[in-house]
């Protein structure tokens, strides 16, 4: 029943910016902690950013200072604006469900218990 569907990627040049969503329906969706992952082919899912019921925010390095995750609760959608895209984040990119309103520490895996299908981004030089 929970669902989680992103979109908005595609092919952008380095430096170029994308707008991810990611529609959330089957729970209740202000309640928990919600986050954004990528994997590049070849390399291990890593976090990218995080935000939990409360709204307060998480940012992995590689996205400090470019990227911004925020969620509309009225619309049951995550967002992420990613800005001064470089070619290292070519990656599908995916939203998952945290266990409750708190982020974990950390981005691993196993805190997150329901996953969208993923949105490909792919950024050229």
């Known amino acids: 029943q929970v669902q989680l569907v992103e979109s908005g990627g595609g092919s952008v040049q380095a430096g170029g910016s994308l707008r991810l969503s990611c529609a959330a329906s089957g729970y209740a969706f202000s309640s928990y902690c919600m986050g954004w992952f990528r994997q590049a082919p070849g390399k291990e899912r890593e976090g990218v950013a995080k935000i939990d019921g409360y709204g307060s925010t998480n940012y992995a390095d590689s996205a400090k200072g470019r990227f911004t995750i925020s969620k509309d609760n009225a619309k049951n959608t995550l967002y992420l604006q990613m800005n001064t895209l470089k070619p290292e984040g070519t990656a599908k990119y995916y939203c998952?469900?945290?266990?409750?309103?708190?982020?974990?520490?950390?981005?691993?895996?196993?805190?997150?218990?329901?996953w969208g299908q993923g949105t490909q981004v792919t950024v050229s030089s």
């Open positions: 998952a469900r945290g266990v409750d309103r708190y982020c974990r520490l950390g981005y691993r895996s196993n805190d997150y218990s329901y």
